[in-house]
């Protein structure tokens, strides 16, 4: 079901390709799709400062203060020009499917499980990839996101906005980052 969900989103009829671009109709309706499956889950979500989304089993700050952080599996579900079906959201759908696994087995993780679904990974829009990590990470300058164009001109900081995610926020999410102690992603490149 979750794979259907998400495979009219973006798709161009005329290649056949996905164009999931950073802040855009498509993306907001995949944020959608990411934080209903959550709930479905009875999972909490947050958006750290880089507007990338967590789904959380439990109080990752409490678990963070206690030494414990969490365990984080997830991706992108942005795409490349005419990008695949799977590169990115395979990471997140599969996050889900093992999370759901888990739950039908009866397995309680010791630690906080995440999903996290990074915002603009692909760079597609924007022109630098992996936007979402490298902001909470602060590998990228917010001020110089901020002012990157898109071919229309629109500005990364006016794209977010829009969108809904404060682009004044922009910088390294140090209460982010350590609600993670690994992350894992699965993923594949796919044209």
Do not use: K
């Amino acid at each position: 079901a979750m794979w259907a969900d998400l495979a009219p989103v973006g798709r161009d009829r005329s290649t056949g390709g996905y164009r999931r671009f950073a802040w855009t109709a498509a993306d907001a309706t995949l944020r959608e799709w990411f934080t209903g499956e959550a709930a479905r889950r009875g999972l909490d979500v947050t958006t750290d400062r880089a507007g990338n989304l967590w789904a959380w089993t439990a109080d990752p700050d409490a678990a963070a203060s206690a030494g414990e952080p969490g365990l984080v599996l997830g991706s992108h579900l942005d795409s490349v020009p005419d990008g695949g079906a799977f590169d990115g959201p395979l990471g997140i759908v599969s996050a889900f499917a093992a999370l759901d696994l888990l739950r039908s087995r009866g397995v309680v993780p010791r630690r906080p499980l995440g999903i996290a679904c990074l915002a603009d990974e692909e760079g597609a829009r924007f022109g630098v990839a992996c936007a979402g990590s490298r902001l909470l990470t602060g590998v990228l300058d917010a001020e110089r996101a901020r002012a990157l164009t898109d071919d229309d001109g629109t500005t990364m900081a006016e794209a977010m906005a829009r969108a809904g995610v404060d682009p004044l926020a922009l910088g390294r999410d140090e209460e982010a980052l350590r609600r993670v102690g690994t992350f894992l992603e699965l993923h594949v490149e796919q044209g």
